[in-house]
Nanobody, 123 residues
């Protein structure tokens, strides 16, 4: 059973940066395709980025060029570097394992969700 724990969230001013971490235990992390989602109050969970075991990536258009997803298989950890943050990036950020097809952006294609880490961007 894979368990995921997110960390690194916080309060930051617009234009600032944060790096989120997702620590994995159980399963074989190096073989898993992984992803980040976010959910703002009153909104549906939204795809942010995904990375495969070969470090191929894809992003939501809203974060492309500002966010970078990466992984360190030796540490069983995935990261999300977030730069040029905007107030609309404010949300609870989750990591998950991609269990569906590569390229999927639907939350139904992901599983083993972590508990989330809050990111708040002030204007």
């Amino acid at each position: 059973q894979v368990q995921l724990v997110e960390s690194g969230g916080g309060l930051v001013q617009a234009g600032g940066s944060l790096r989120l971490s997702c620590a994995a235990s159980g399963g074989t992390f190096s073989l898993n395709n992984m992803g980040w989602f976010r959910q703002a109050p009153g909104k549906e969970r939204e795809f942010v980025a995904a990375i495969n075991w070969r470090t191929g990536t894809y992003y939501a258009d809203s974060v492309k060029g500002r966010f970078t997803i990466s992984r360190d298989n030796a540490k069983n950890t995935m990261y999300l570097q977030m730069n040029s943050l905007k107030p609309e990036d404010t949300a609870l950020y989750y990591c998950a394992v991609l269990r569906g097809d590569w390229g999927s952006r639907s939350s139904s294609a992901f599983g083993y969700w972590g508990q989330g880490t809050q990111v708040t961007v002030s204007s």
